[in-house]
């Protein structure tokens, strides 16, 4: 369990008026979580090899896993599916609960990096569309797991899939 308490630092306790203190709690209720992202980790059986999705980031070109912002009004699974849908024109259905929690980082455009959490969610890709919103924004490599492990630039993910490729379960329910 975490600790919720403010601290003397925090915005909320140290703002000079009431309305600015409680403007900045209520805000905080309903601002996405600063450091939390969701990815889609996607897979496929083709010719009869397991294979995993990697797609590069915009900025440096690294091979990662589709992921972004919390989406308010979506469902983190949901988001998954979004993601992956924007990046990599996958369709498919993303499984309810979370697949895995990994650290990363995300690139800023300020060149800033910062630590994210990222919440990672199995997604069945069922098809691919021709069209997708960051079409020619980034590569796209669908990979035999093993080889995905090493091609990953986080090895937070490079363990994720090392993980996957001995999970039995997964690659039987398709």
Not at 5 to 28: E, F, G, I
Not at 158 to 164: G, Q, V, W
Request: proline content about 6%; some cysteine.
């Amino acid at each position: 369990m975490s600790d919720t308490r403010l601290s003397y630092l925090d915005p909320v306790v140290t703002s000079a008026s009431l309305p600015q203190r409680l403007w900045l709690a209520l805000r905080s209720l309903f601002v996405r979580p600063a450091r939390l992202q969701i990815a889609a980790l996607c897979y496929r059986v083709r010719d009869g090899r397991n294979e995993v999705l990697l797609v590069s980031s915009r900025s440096t070109g690294r091979w990662i896993l589709p992921k972004g912002w919390p989406l308010l009004d979506r469902q983190s699974e949901r988001t998954a599916e979004v993601e992956a849908f924007e990046e990599a024109g996958v369709i498919g259905r993303a499984e309810r609960k979370p697949f895995a929690r990994i650290r990363s980082t995300k690139g800023l455009d300020s060149g800033l990096r910062v630590p994210t959490d990222v919440l990672v969610y199995l997604l069945h890709a069922e098809a691919e569309a021709a069209d997708y919103p960051e079409r020619g924004e980034r590569q796209l490599r669908w990979l035999p797991v093993d080889e995905a492990a090493r091609l990953a630039d986080e090895p937070e993910v490079a363990r994720l899939l090392d993980r996957m490729s001995r999970d039995v379960t997964i690659w039987s329910q398709i």
